[in-house]
T-cell receptor, first 115, second 113 residues
Framework: GAGVSQTPSNKVTEKGKYVELRCDPI?????LYWYRQSLGQGPEFLIY????????DSGLPNDRFFAVRPEGSVSTLKIQRTERGDSAVYLC?????????????FGPGTRLTVL | LAKTTQPISMDSYEGQEVNITCSHN???????ITWYQQFPSQGPRFIIQ???TKVTNEVASLFIPADRKSSTLSLPRVSLSDTAVYYC??????????????FGTGTLLAVQP
């Protein structure tokens, strides 16, 4: 079946611009996660949705970052006034959230480059 | 959330068994141990998860001693396509209160022909 998809695969923007990154989770998955991965590092948690609500946004670095999931499916990560330090691969993952051995399935990521 | 320590890199040859050990000295009673694999330009992929003793699936085995302060991922007869970064994670399983995955820097496994 279809996995997690993310668009665009690459995004180049200029410092100060606004960007939106989209995640389509696996159908039926109620939980959705955003992570950020810098070169040579492991993914870093940003935010977790259970259904439409953000259950844990403790990883968002500052108020320039915001994410929504209005219908409990597709999610959009929004970054305002981008800075060069925001350059990274942004990963989305989803899971069923049915039990203690639930697995997170990751998408291929969006590579964001801020010039 | 327990901190994990694993080697930065490992080298192997095709056909060999590879064992990657992870230390997690402050693992909590409710914590599970999970390993993910990541290829370049892809998201991490779940390999295996365990709580104690030994877990085996079609791709790997996970060995966990009685004190649970370390764990070893075993990859039998690796091939070139197993070249990837391997992450050891410790947390409250996927039904736990935190849900988020905490990744370290991982182990880069390089398999040579």
């Amino acid at each position: 079946g279809a996995g997690v998809s993310q668009t665009p695969s690459n995004k180049v923007t200029e410092k100060g611009k606004y960007v939106e990154l989209r995640c389509d989770p696996i159908s039926g998955h109620t939980a959705l996660y955003w992570y950020r991965q810098s070169l040579g590092q492991g993914p870093e948690f940003l935010i977790y949705f259970q259904g439409t609500g953000a259950a844990d946004d403790s990883g968002l670095p500052n108020d320039r970052f915001f994410a929504v999931r209005p219908e409990g499916s597709v999610s959009t990560l929004k970054i305002q006034r981008t800075e060069r330090g925001d350059s990274a691969v942004y990963l989305c993952a989803s899971s069923y959230q049915r039990g203690s051995t639930d697995t997170q399935y990751f998408g291929p990521g969006t590579r964001l480059t801020v010039l | 959330l327990a901190k994990t320590t694993q080697p930065i890199s490992m080298d192997s040859y095709e056909g060999q068994e590879v064992n990657i050990t992870c230390s997690h000295n402050n693992i909590a009673t409710n914590d599970y141990i999970t390993w993910y694999q990541q290829f370049p330009s892809q998201g991490p992929r779940f390999i295996i998860q365990g709580y104690k003793t030994k877990v085996t699936n079609e791709v790997a085995s996970l060995f966990i001693p009685a004190d649970r302060k370390s764990s070893t991922l075993s990859l039998p007869r690796v091939s070139l396509s197993d070249t990837a970064v391997y992450y050891c994670l410790v947390g409250e399983g996927y039904g736990g209160a935190t849900n988020k995955l905490i990744f370290g820097t991982g182990t880069l496994l390089a398999v040579q022909p």
